[in-house]
């Protein structure tokens, strides 16, 4: 007796149709780990495009501030709550208010009645004042001061903004103690 298939098209047509459920899954995980990486790879630039425009605002708020108190004559007041702070520093053609809004988390500074936004973002602020260390002091210990005998001034935030699509905030910390040059 001779073993003959009944329908050999059927059986290779079975054949093809397993390869080709095969086929689809892998090319299917091959697409869902392709476009994985990429969305992985998206929020990771816009993470970093977003940290580093951050910093650049932060260094660009600094330098405005640091020049200021630097080439300022005297400090005139320093308030810091935990909600807002405020720093006047004058000058001889006029003060030069930096303000703190812990509720809008901006960073104004009013000059001549015209008020600019410096920072945004702003999550905190402090302004300190302190005199200048007497001789033989310990490295980096500065007495505080009032702003009648302020000859330095410290200032500290953290800024930070949110990350869209993502659980994660892009966050900076600035600190900086400048010297009143011009006393």
Same mark, same amino acid.
């Given at each position: 007796?001779? #073993?003959?298939?009944?329908?050999?098209?059927? @059986?290779?047509?079975? #054949?093809? /149709?397993?390869?080709?459920?095969?086929?689809?899954? *892998?090319?299917?995980?091959?697409?869902?780990?392709?476009?994985? /990486?990429? /969305?992985?790879?998206?929020?990771?630039?816009?993470?970093? %495009?977003?940290?580093?425009?951050?910093?650049?605002?932060? @260094?660009? +708020?600094?330098?405005? *501030?640091?020049?200021?108190?630097?080439? $300022?004559? +005297?400090?005139?007041?320093?308030?810091?709550?935990?909600?807002?702070?405020? *720093?006047?520093?004058? #000058?001889?053609?006029?003060?030069? $208010?930096?303000? #703190?809004?812990?509720?809008?988390?901006?960073?104004?500074?009013?000059?001549?009645? @015209? %008020?600019?936004?410096?920072?945004?973002?702003?999550?905190?602020? @402090?302004?300190?004042?302190?005199?200048?260390?007497?001789?033989?002091?310990?490295?980096?210990?500065?007495?505080? $001061?009032?702003?009648?005998? $302020?000859?330095?001034?410290?200032?500290?935030?953290?800024?930070?903004?949110?990350?869209?699509?993502?659980?994660?905030?892009?966050?900076?910390?600035?600190?900086?103690?400048?010297?009143?040059?011009?006393?």
């Amino acid at each position: 007796m001779e #073993f003959k298939p009944t329908n050999p098209k059927r @059986r290779q047509a079975g #054949f093809t /149709l397993v390869e080709l459920m095969v086929g689809t899954t *892998l090319g299917s995980l091959l697409l869902v780990g392709v476009a994985s /990486l990429y /969305l992985f790879s998206t929020k990771s630039f816009v993470s970093m %495009t977003n940290h580093v425009d951050l910093n650049r605002r932060n @260094r660009e +708020a600094s330098d405005i *501030l640091s020049r200021d108190i630097r080439s $300022a004559s +005297a400090v005139s007041s320093a308030t810091t709550t935990a909600t807002n702070s405020q *720093l006047v520093l004058r #000058f001889p053609t006029g003060d030069i $208010a930096y303000t #703190f809004d812990g509720t809008a988390g901006t960073l104004s500074r009013l000059q001549l009645g @015209r %008020t600019k936004v410096v920072l945004e973002g702003l999550t905190s602020l @402090r302004f300190s004042l302190y005199q200048r260390p007497a001789s033989g002091a310990v490295y980096e210990a500065f007495p505080g $001061a009032t702003a009648a005998t $302020a000859k330095l001034v410290g200032f500290e935030w953290i800024c930070s903004r949110k990350v869209y699509g993502t659980m994660n905030n892009s966050e900076n910390m600035e600190t900086e103690l400048v010297e009143l040059r011009n006393q």
